[in-house]
């Protein structure tokens, strides 16, 4: 145990040294990691209600909170990696403030967004009880190179879970899954097939192939989504119980998708202790997390930032807020968080935007942005590669007017380091990675 | 940026296997293509050929993208249909580009890891071997266009032909095999490159080179440009390759973390 406790010291030593600096969340469990990398798996086995993984390209976080805030709302205690950290080692750093040098973790079943490839080295030191897994899109194609090989290590994942594994039935490279998993629970989550053609696709159609794999009849253990309209929902298990209609605080159809998908998890974690009002409370209650349609007030006005990773998000993002169009900014960088190939820009359609114009182009890839609008015919009054003066000249331009900025990951926390420093906001700029 | 004039003439474009081949952005390419024809003040026909679709009686400028193994596998059996006529076109001076995977099949061969020969168009005199370390980054070519920049992102290492033409020299980045600065090969008005970015809308000169001949083949008349104003991809381009060259003439580091 000795060697135990020194890991646990010296990470929470680094933990504190790191939140003294407002430094990023991942150090501590690194060096913590290095001194005992079995931490993670002796702590992680003392959890008796289940250890949950979430992943897939798109929605991880937002799922993981919703799905957090559900299992706590019935009595139980939570815990997650909240801070969009999704690395084993996030998961060791928030681990290091929770538990005391004996390595005790004292919570009743463990919610952990992991990335897919993270979530597989992860998984060989601990065995996930319950794998939920959402979407396979193209993301940080530099680093997973191919969307094949993506799905190959969600379906790995899977085969690694003990018990329960919850699959998107409207993504073929998800609910195929099923077919090379054995002696598991099988539980899917979509959109109710009664309503799937009203609804806009949620993902690209070109790198799906036609072929003739479809996903099993829906069982009363499936959660199927039946929106009401924009804002309400209903999630529907079997004829007879559901959750809702209700409303969330963030806005879109993804989100009500992440909301069935963490539903249908929370049931089968639960199993007869899920209570349908419980969850709706939570769901009611959740907010939406770092970057994902968050609203900052700035003089009284909304700013919204939206953070766009890939190209499926991006369509969903100009979905979701295109239709109330407001004066916008597009700020893309090309560091190795936000994917250092910027051509997934041209497999997003901007067309949403061509009747009110960009106000503002930014970034490191700002006249690359600028470009991609010019072919879809979008007019940008300005292009200010540096995001302090682009910001600036934005919000003054548009001064008491609704303003809503799309960015990337480092655009992202650049600017919520410069609307902290100009609002006062404490704490905005701690958050995240 | 409307032809407001009477169309000086009508070119169709074919995008080849647009579900299949048509990674990392390369259908920006055919967007741009389309988008230049028509400021140019011709009219342009976007013709999408899938597996198994007859191809069309007309077709003055070709485009092909990257995919998948799983995508090259579903294209080879209609790129055996469709061989002739491709190889017609070519000798005949129909001007295409093609990227990535579509570039390693208009080759000879592509040898897998386990040594198994496929055989290829054999449009451009290449030989390309998979091997298991990508090549990725950011790319700087010279070519007889100018400046080229792009982003490369293959495993398929790729030799020319004694007599093959390159489509470029790389200044900075990997190239067809990161030994011999050459990257990609142009054959007549054929370009084969491993450059997504995608690679056309920030490289114009390259586009309006495919549109000159193709607006040639397709009026039997000199091209005839309209007035386009490409300020934002020359900035793009020059502040794209200047950073990159300040990131060192060398090849990149892989950025691959795994
Ligand atoms: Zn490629």
């Known amino acids: ?433 | 940026m409307q032809p407001t004039s009477a169309s000086k003439g009508r070119i169709v474009l074919v995008h080849l296997y647009p579900r299949e081949m048509s990674i990392y952005g390369d259908l920006g390419n055919t967007r741009c293509l389309a988008a230049r024809i028509r400021r140019h003040g011709y009219e342009c026909v976007v013709h999408d050929h899938h597996p198994g679709m007859p191809f069309p009686q007309d077709a003055h400028l070709l485009m092909g993208g990257g995919g998948q193994d799983s995508g090259q596998s579903r294209v080879e059996d209609d790129l055996a249909v469709i061989g002739d006529r491709l190889r017609g076109l070519a000798t005949d001076g129909t001007p295409m580009v093609m990227i990535c995977g579509m570039y390693q099949m208009f080759g000879h061969a592509f040898i897998t890891s386990e040594g198994v020969e496929l055989p290829g168009l054999g449009i451009l005199d290449v030989t390309t071997r998979g091997q298991s370390t990508r090549m990725i980054g950011g790319i700087v070519l010279d070519t007889e266009w100018g400046e080229v920049v792009g982003f490369e992102n293959h495993s398929g290492a790729t030799v020319l032909g004694p007599d093959q033409a390159p489509f470029g020299r790389v200044r900075v980045g990997h190239g067809n095999n990161g030994q011999d600065h050459t990257e990609g090969a142009r054959t007549d008005n054929v370009i084969g490159s491993y450059l997504h970015g995608p690679v056309l809308p920030a490289n114009p000169a390259v586009a309006d080179a495919l549109i000159t001949a193709a607006a040639e083949r397709a009026t039997g008349r000199a091209f005839e440009p309209g007035p386009i104003d490409d300020s934002l991809a020359d900035e793009a381009r020059t502040r794209q390759i200047a950073r990159l060259r300040a990131r060192g003439t060398g090849k990149l580091k892989d950025t691959a973390v795994h």
């Open chain 1, 1 to 433: 145990m000795l060697r135990t406790s020194a890991a646990i010291a010296a990470g929470k030593a680094l933990r504190y040294a790191a939140r003294l600096r407002g430094g990023g969340s991942a150090l501590p469990g690194l060096v913590a990691e290095r001194v005992d990398p079995q931490l993670l798996a002796r702590t992680l086995a003392g959890v008796p209600g289940g250890i949950v993984v979430v992943s897939g390209t798109n929605g991880k976080t937002t799922t993981t909170k919703m799905l957090a805030a559900i299992i706590t709302a019935h009595g139980k205690r939570v815990f997650t990696n909240p801070t969009g950290s999704n690395f084993t080692r996030g998961v060791l750093s928030a681990m290091l403030g929770e538990i005391g040098l004996r390595g005790r973790l004292t919570a009743d079943v463990a919610v952990l967004e992991l990335d897919e490839w993270h979530a597989l080295q992860f998984a060989k030191l601990v065995t996930p009880t319950h794998a939920l897994l959402l979407n396979v899109a193209r993301d940080q194609l530099d680093r997973f190179a191919e969307i094949d090989t993506t799905a190959k290590l969600l379906a790995t994942l899977a085969g690694q879970t003990s018990r329960v594994v919850v699959l998107n039935r409207d993504d073929s490279f998800v609910f195929r899954i099923a077919e090379t998993l054995q002696g598991k629970e099988i539980r899917y989550f979509g959109i109710d097939p009664e309503v799937a053609d009203q609804v806009p696709a949620l993902h690209e159609a070109d790198v799906r192939f036609e072929d003739d794999s479809a996903p099993p009849a829906p069982t009363p253990a499936d959660g199927l989504l039946h929106p009401v309209d924009a804002h309400d929902f209903t999630i529907r298990f079997g004829a007879v119980d559901q959750v809702g209609p209700l409303s969330l605080r963030q806005r879109g159809l993804a989100a009500m998708v992440n909301a069935t998908a963490a539903t249908t998890m929370a049931r089968a974690v639960l199993g007869d202790a899920f209570r349908a009002d419980a969850t709706e409370r939570a769901l009611r209650a959740v907010t939406a997390p770092f970057g994902r349609g968050e609203v900052i007030d700035i003089d009284g006005h909304p700013l919204e930032l939206v953070l766009v990773k890939n190209p499926a998000g991006f369509t969903v993002a100009l979905g979701t807020y295109g239709s109330e169009p407001v004066a916008t900014m597009i700020a893309i960088n090309d560091d190795y968080a936000d994917g250092q190939d910027v051509s997934w820009l041209y497999d997003v359609s901007f067309a949403s935007l061509r009747e009110h114009g960009v106000a503002m182009t930014s970034g490191v890839r700002a006249y690359d942005m600028a470009l991609r609008l010019d072919y879809d015919e979008v007019l940008v009054e300005q292009i200010e590669p540096d995001l302090a003066g682009a910001l600036d000249a934005f919000l003054t331009a548009y001064r008491g007017q609704p303003t809503r900025i799309f960015c990337t990951y480092t655009a992202m926390m650049a600017l919520r380091k410069l609307l902290a420093a100009r609002f006062g906001l404490a704490g905005f700029a701690q958050e995240g990675e």
